[in-house]
């Protein structure tokens, strides 16, 4: 065959893991990440940015044309057939009032011998260009999957989050005024209670802003409309 045959680089992996016990996770947890939130919003929010997000159809057109120029680079491997089939009308030149019909028929077949290994290496060739484009589909398919959650992230929970601990300082600072108003504890700490708490009431406003910002992020990545996002933002619950 023309040149030589592939060899994959060697790597030079250690012998076993860096911890004492490799990660449980498996393929399939791995592909499916966002589950361990338990959020059904996320997981609505993922189905719809793979079926509808530019970037992963483009990538899985790439895929799909990849395979059909595999399957007819495998073809020049296969003989081929061809078949003609023909007629004609003609006077007949001996009698006027009569005409002459011809049929004809033919059939061919070729196969063309890869002497020299010039098809096979083109398959090897459309073969490689098939597993990079199916792992360059995959790192846009991670990609927007992170960016999916993050803008997830940004919309709901850090808002939420936010609003727990404003419920939370608020009681803390409940606390701390009866405390003070019974002389079992000092003026400052209702001073540092109050100050949280208006630390944090400060941020709800800067956080609200960033959840308009992250649905506009989300319409792109799920390839819609701004308007048609749908995001519920949970309450805070404090136990």
Request: with cysteine; charged share 25%; proline share 5%.
């Amino acid at each position: 065959m023309v040149g030589p045959d592939f060899r994959p680089p060697a790597n030079d992996l250690p012998a076993a893991w860096a911890e004492s016990r490799p990660p449980r996770s498996s393929d399939k947890d791995l592909r499916s990440w966002w589950n361990i939130f338990g959020d059904p919003q996320l997981n609505r929010l993922v189905s719809t940015s793979l079926n509808n997000n530019p970037d992963m159809k483009a990538a899985l057109l790439r895929i799909r044309e990849a395979r059909e120029r595999l399957r007819v680079s495998q073809a020049s491997l296969l003989p081929s057939a061809d078949a003609s089939a023909g007629w004609s009308l003609s006077p007949d030149r001996g009698f006027r009032s009569s005409t002459s019909q011809d049929f004809t028929l033919g059939a061919s077949t070729s196969w063309e011998l890869d002497l020299f290994g010039g098809n096979r290496r083109s398959i090897e060739a459309y073969r490689a260009s098939l597993m990079s484009t199916e792992a360059s589909a995959g790192a846009v398919r991670t990609a927007l999957l992170a960016d999916v959650a993050t803008a997830w992230i940004t919309a709901c929970e850090q808002l939420r989050i936010a609003r727990e601990q404003l419920e939370i300082q608020r009681n803390t600072l409940t606390i701390a005024e009866k405390r003070y108003k019974s002389e079992f504890a000092p003026r400052l700490d209702v001073e540092q209670a109050t100050s949280t708490v208006a630390s944090t009431e400060s941020r709800i406003p800067a956080l609200e802003a960033q959840v308009a910002s992250a649905k506009n992020q989300l319409s792109v990545l799920l390839g819609t409309y701004n308007s048609r996002v749908e995001l519920t933002l949970p309450k805070a619950s404090v136990f």
